[in-house]
Each structure stands twice: as C-alpha cells, then as structure tokens.
C-alpha cells in the first residue's frame, strides 16, 4: 500500500489516500491515478519510511525545497531542525510527559487536576 497526500493552497496536506502497490507502481503513477479518479492533480507521495521525513498529516504542508512534511509549529520559539522536525529552544526534560511553557521558555510538569 503507498500513501498520497493531497496538497491544496500554500501547499498544506488536505487527505491522504491509500493506493495497492500494483495501482502506485510508482508516484508518478499514483498521482495520474489519482488525478484521473478525483480531478486533483497536486499529490505527493508519503511514507512511514521517512523518504519525505515525516508521514503526511492533515494540516501539515510540504515543503518542495526540503522534499519533506512539516507539521505545523507547535510554538512561536521553536526551528525547524535539519530533519524538518520542531525543536524547543531547550532540550526536552527526560520526563516524556512534561509540557513545554512558551512564555517562561521552560519544561514544565503539567499538573494533575
């Protein structure tokens, strides 16, 4: 099964659609397929292997210079890093579960109510 995400204004990722490997025997094939059924003609491969760096979401966009899919930034102070992942001005504390707090620039425990 290949993946196809659907890329509408600036870019940004509208549906993904899934394609048996004998439709998609290549991206250029999917996206004639695809085209063809739906009447859309921008699409973009995606995959778990990380040939575009991160599976396509809804929401996401794809950035044709650095042939990847960007999630949309979680916070003002984050950058974008060479493997088109958003990085924290700080490295992330080892607890998994801490929130990251924009204004003070910190891990934070979030609480538990």
Known sequence: MKHFAKLGLNSEVLAINGLSDDIATSEKMGIQYLTQITGWAVWRET??????????????????????????KPYASWTLNADSIWEAPVAQTENQLDKWNDAEQVWQVEAVT
């Open 47 to 72: 995959s778990e292997s990380g040939d575009r760096k991160n599976f396509a979401g809804i929401c996401d966009k794809f950035d044709e210079d650095r042939n990847a899919f960007i999630r949309p």
